[in-house]
């Protein structure tokens, strides 16, 4: 199954004063997805945002709120970031014993599951859940900062990853150094959701947002060119 090429800009990169001028103007631009990075400083080593920010985005976002939940525990939380209005919520494989209750918890609260893997987990980790979940996020950096380099042996769990997934409807998003150079490397393995922070956002702002759409367009061609 070949899903077109998503790109969702992550706010982590963007300004933090103005957060919801920023999702409005990266979606004008082309975004198809927003990403929202959750972490807790004990999961991953920083802290970002809550329930209560998603909730204040949601009414800028018109399309899909990609709430990625780099914290543990995860599932006191779900009904909160589902309640404040997340498309798709993503729990780490590593971070909890219970996989399985945490996808179905949110798959119940009426969200979309994802699972993502960090840089070391390998993709077998997901074997079993793989009928469970609408997206698996591959880490591509370690998680916890934005702006880190690309990690290239990840690739190839891209690849292995689309096999397992075989004809299931279940998207395969890059999380980390994505931009036009990578891009292609991880859309020919099999990705077609790419997460891309500063690749977009220092290219413009909300004054000058074009370079948003820019960046956007470049970052999706390169990723339709390698499929091709």
Request: glycine share 10%; proline share 7%.
């Amino acid at each position: 199954m070949t899903n077109p090429i998503l790109i969702a800009p992550s706010i982590l990169a963007a300004d933090f004063a103005a957060f919801g001028a920023e999702c409005r103007a990266v979606e004008a631009q082309g975004a198809d997805w927003v990403h929202v990075d959750v972490m807790d400083g004990h999961f991953v080593p920083n802290l970002t945002f809550g329930p209560a920010m998603c909730a204040a985005l949601r009414p800028h976002i018109s399309g899909v709120m990609d709430v990625h939940l780099m914290i543990a525990p995860v599932d006191p939380y779900i009904d909160a970031f589902a309640q404040a209005g997340a498309d798709v919520i993503t729990a780490h494989a590593e971070a909890g014993p219970h996989l399985h209750r945490t996808l179905q918890a949110i798959r119940a609260a009426g969200v979309r599951p994802g699972v993502a893997l960090n840089p070391a987990t390998p993709a077998e980790a997901v074997a079993e859940v793989l009928d469970l979940v609408d997206l698996v996020c591959v880490m591509t950096v370690n998680p916890g900062f934005g702006g880190q380099s690309f990690i290239e042996t990840c690739v190839p769990k891209v690849a292995r990853l689309r096999e397992m997934i075989g004809d299931r409807d279940v998207h395969i998003e890059i999380d980390g150094g994505v931009d036009p150079s990578t891009a292609p490397k991880v859309a020919a393995a099999g990705a077609d959701v790419l997460v891309a922070g500063s690749a977009v956002f220092k290219h413009g702002s909300v004054e000058a947002p074009e370079g948003y759409g820019a960046a956007i367009r470049e970052i999706r061609g390169a990723a339709e060119g390698a499929r091709a």
